[in-house]
């Protein structure tokens, strides 16, 4: 009985653990598409799709979720993403 306990035990704590986890490597690609997006080498401060999920390792599903999260918008005409509000 004391080993189905252990096993719940180590379970529960394994998935705070990797909660956690995900919470900070969320937090970690958050930061960085704010720093990509905000590089004074892109003046007009669009960055494409391509290069923000290379610059942050991720899939492009995630990288748009984490970019809507940051309150990024995506260009009207092309596929890029600027913290700029629109004019």
Known sequence: ???????IVKGSWEAVLGGIGK????????????????DQRFPKGFRSTSQLCDGIGCDPET????????????????????????R
Do not use: F, H, Q
Request: no cysteine.
């Open 23 to 38: 919470l900070v490597d969320n937090w970690r690609y958050k930061r960085r598409l704010v720093k990509m997006l905000r």
């Open 63 to 86: 990288t748009r979720r984490l970019l809507i999260a940051i309150g990024a918008r995506k260009s009207e005409i092309s596929d890029e993403w600027t913290l700029n509000p629109p």
């Open 1 to 7: 009985m004391n080993d189905g306990l252990d096993k």
